[in-house]
């Protein structure tokens, strides 16, 4: 009789416990205050919206102001064009920096991020935002001296401590350097100690023609400076006479000829494969036998 009662009752149970339940959800929603939040979430976006439009227009009025008034009093300046480029580039990264980070700042200002103890930090947290901005700000000071020192400019060919090959960029916290083999290069201003600039003043462009033992060293500078009177007038890049130094040993412990020929910097490969060709050539036409000196395989009758 009493598990009959309990039966019939159940779903008159489970009824006012469905109302039990509804009334405190619509008691929940009724503190969430959800037409205020809502409103809040609407406004934020919308917030947020108008500031990246902001934003976009900003950069276009910012990078026609650069386009038109700074990039053109910088190449109107008494600068060579590898400094103008480099300058260029630099305030260009001077001026995308600035614009993002105000472009951050608002975002967090709308979203209610408070941004004074995030710039301040605290804690461990602090001692890391520390440290981080003490690296950046390193890389900051040495890229101004950069500049400022001239130590070299976009299209150099420079060797940074172990890195070779020619400046593409320098940045506010970065230098870019494209290898010889295309690869680019990103190296922290604060990591450059050594800088070997091969773009300043006149190179040296050092041939050295394998010779043997045995060879006619008198013939073989005859023929050679009979060759430098022949094409250096060909050859404006090379400055001065070729100083004949005459047989060396390289490192290799190859017995060599050896010419050194000051050129213009920018112009050492090119001179060396003209004249190493040159020389080769007139010392096989001479007679002169070389080690690279190809030989035809005599033919069995």
Sequence with gaps: KTLSLFIYSLPL?????????MKIINDYIEQLHVEQVAFN?????????IILLLFLIAKRVAEFIFEHAIKKSISLSHQTEAR????????????????YFMLIYCVLYVLGIPIYSLLAGAGLAGVAIGLGAQGFLTDVVNGFFILLENQFEVGDSVVLDSVEGTIASVGIRTTQVRGFDGTLNFIPNRNITVVSNKSRGNMRVQID??????????????IIKQVNAEELA?????VGQPSILG?????????????NIIVQNGTQEEIYTQFYSLYQEALLEH????????????KSK
């Design 13 to 21: 149970l489970l009824f006012f416990t469905k109302l039990n339940s």
């Design 41 to 49: 979430v609407i406004s934020k976006v919308v917030s947020l919206l």
């Design 84 to 99: 103008q480029k480099t300058i260029i580039k630099l305030l260009q990264n001077i001026m995308n920096y600035t614009l």
């Design 209 to 222: 023609i394998p010779i043997y033992a045995h060879s006619d060293l008198e013939g073989i500078s005859t």
């Design 234 to 238: 060909n050859y404006p890049a090379i």
């Design 247 to 259: 047989p060396r040993t390289n490192t290799a412990s190859q017995l060599v000829f050896r010419v």
């Design 287 to 298: 007679g002169i036998a070389l080690p690279t000196m190809y030989t035809n395989p005599v």
